[in-house]
């Protein structure tokens, strides 16, 4: 790695690396801090949704979840976060 200056980032391996910016290969992404706690949950015949407190939301097949599959509507709306904000128990 080389210093490549003040306020200008470090070089490794052909990425400059700056303290919110990567950029390589012509690419830049802007890296915020996400904060991945569960803030709701939302649960359909074939879906789960997971909105997290850094405003996305993460939908995935409920078939990935054989039990909420199989759940009955009052149970999968039984639902509490767990772990600290980073986990959903039923």
Do not use: C, F
């Amino acid at each position: 790695m080389r210093h490549l200056g003040a306020g200008a980032g470090t070089e490794h391996r052909g990425w400059l690396i700056k303290d919110w910016l990567v950029t390589g290969l012509g690419m830049g992404i802007l890296a915020l801090a996400a904060d991945e706690r569960v803030t709701s949950v939302a649960v359909t015949d074939d879906e789960l949704s997971v909105r997290l407190m850094d405003g996305r939301t993460i939908s995935v097949p409920l078939a990935w979840y054989p039990l909420l599959l199989q759940a009955t509507e009052i149970q999968r709306h039984n639902w509490r976060i767990g772990g600290g904000g980073y986990g959903i128990h039923w």
